[in-house]
């Protein structure tokens, strides 16, 4: 009988460190960080715990968590306070706080508005100001974000601008956006004044090849690389001290089929997720001219469908969505710009369209 009362004691203790241990991430210290995914088709967020070591995926406890209607697009404020997910289905923004320990997700509600179905978010490298392009009203939302990681909309937002804006990026100062417009051919540039305000660059919008669906600036805010998914081509343009925006002679150069995505390494290298041929392309480029050299073994093989990338926390890996496969994947680099995969494989069960690491 003491045997008895002494186990029913323990037992609600020892299911709690069971369930610690099936949920921490360590995001405050340790070796372990967070990916956080989104999954349209379950209105949620997949949390992915990485060993900082080995590299491997498990899925964080009580995973998928909740977020708005038909979730697209992804982004972390700098602080990993908070993370910014664009609900196309429902025309919101919500705010999701993330527990350092844990790597929980709780929502902030009430959501934020925003146009007619976002699909992509990008925040300024201070993290003060959300941009979001909503594709069906073709404009940009601009949000002030508070310390507390509110959200509160810009005098002027939203902007207009050209037809089905699809993808953002910002130069590394920000002081310049691009936005990619994936039914006509075109990237249009802005200027970003201190409270938000945008104001189109000189000669813009810009010519491109066809649909434009992702673009990224390197690392000095030299160049803007844009990936046309209709023509599978790379467009390198030069960005000039006003932010105008001229093709360099050799663009465009060619990709494999329906590129989707790309970033850009601190390495100099450009990575371009091809979804319909399941593989990457990586170029190397003149940080003079701009002229992009195909790395030896390029294209490199993915899972199917990689219709999105993003590099993982500190730039250590390449993380992939593939769409088709419902996986998310990584690939580390080597000294050549190379990818090698890690063999870390997630089956999150949903069709992933973004994600982005929380350290």
Not at 98 to 125: A, C, H
Not at 210 to 217: C, T, V, Y
Not at 319 to 341: E, H, I, P, R
Request: charged letters at 5%.
């Amino acid at each position: 009988m003491v045997c008895m009362k002494a186990l029913r004691t323990l037992l609600p203790g020892l299911l709690l460190v069971m369930l610690s241990g099936c949920s921490s991430v360590s995001l405050s210290g340790g070796a372990n960080h967070a990916l956080y995914v989104t999954v349209p088709s379950v209105n949620g967020v997949t949390g992915i715990r990485v060993n900082d070591d080995s590299g491997s995926f498990t899925s964080i406890f009580s995973s998928p968590f909740t977020a708005g209607t038909s979730p697209t697009s992804i982004v972390a404020h700098p602080s990993h306070k908070y993370l910014y997910v664009a609900n196309q289905g429902e025309a919101t923004i919500s705010v999701l706080k993330v527990d350092s320990q844990s790597g929980f997700l709780t929502e902030v509600m009430p959501r934020t508005p925003t146009g007619i179905t976002p699909s992509f978010l990008t925040l300024n490298p201070a993290g003060n100001l959300l941009f979001a392009a909503n594709t069906l009203s073709n404009t940009v939302s601009v949000y002030s974000v508070g310390s507390d990681g509110a959200l509160t909309q810009v005098a002027g937002s939203p902007f207009t601008t050209v037809l089905s804006p699809v993808a953002m990026t910002l130069t590394p100062s920000g002081q310049y956006l691009y936005v990619a417009h994936v039914n006509a051919a075109l990237v249009s540039a802005y200027s970003v004044d201190s409270s938000g305000g945008l104001q189109l660059v000189p000669g813009s919008p810009f010519v491109v090849g066809n649909g434009p669906a992702a673009l990224a600036s390197d690392a000095n805010g030299k160049f803007l690389f844009v990936a046309n998914s209709l023509d599978n081509t790379l467009s390198v343009l030069t960005i000039a001290s006003n932010g105008a925006l001229t093709a360099i002679s050799a663009s465009p150069y060619t990709t494999k089929n329906a590129p989707s995505s790309l970033v850009v390494s601190a390495g100099g290298v450009v990575y371009v997720a091809n979804k319909n041929s399941n593989n990457i392309s990586a170029f190397s480029f003149d940080s003079t001219t701009g002229a992009l050299t195909e790395i030896t073994s390029s294209p490199f093989a993915t899972s199917e469908g990689p219709a999105y990338i993003a590099m993982d926390a500190g730039s250590k890996r390449l993380l992939v969505c593939n769409q088709t496969a419902k996986t998310v994947t990584a690939f580390t680099f080597s000294s050549t710009g190379a990818l090698q995969s890690t063999g870390s494989s997630l089956n999150i069960g949903f069709v992933p369209t973004s994600v982005v690491a929380v350290q």
